[in-house]
């Protein structure tokens, strides 16, 4: 199986079917999300997810630049 289907089945798949007609399952404005930073490019290396680097804090309020 690609990777970016894995990874796909493992994010925003995931959260759309467990959350149908939701605010999850997608990076766009007005929605949720839990970000991580992984190092390295799952896209190549799946392994590469295993290698969580850290990220900032949760926030309420979206950053706006």
């Known amino acids: 199986t690609p990777n ?13 079917w467990l959350h149908p007609d939701t605010n999850y399952g997608t990076l766009e404005e007005g929605k ?3 970000v991580l930073v992984v190092r390295g490019d ?3 290396d ?3 997810t295993t290698q ?3 990220a900032p804090a949760p926030c309420d ?3 706006r630049p």
């Open 4 to 16: 970016h289907l894995i990874l796909q089945g493992a994010t925003s798949r995931a959260a759309t």
């Open 32 to 34: 949720l999300a839990d």
């Open 61 to 63: 309020q979206p950053h």
């Open 46 to 48: 799946i392994t590469a």
């Open 42 to 44: 799952p896209l190549q």
């Open 52 to 54: 969580i680097a850290p």
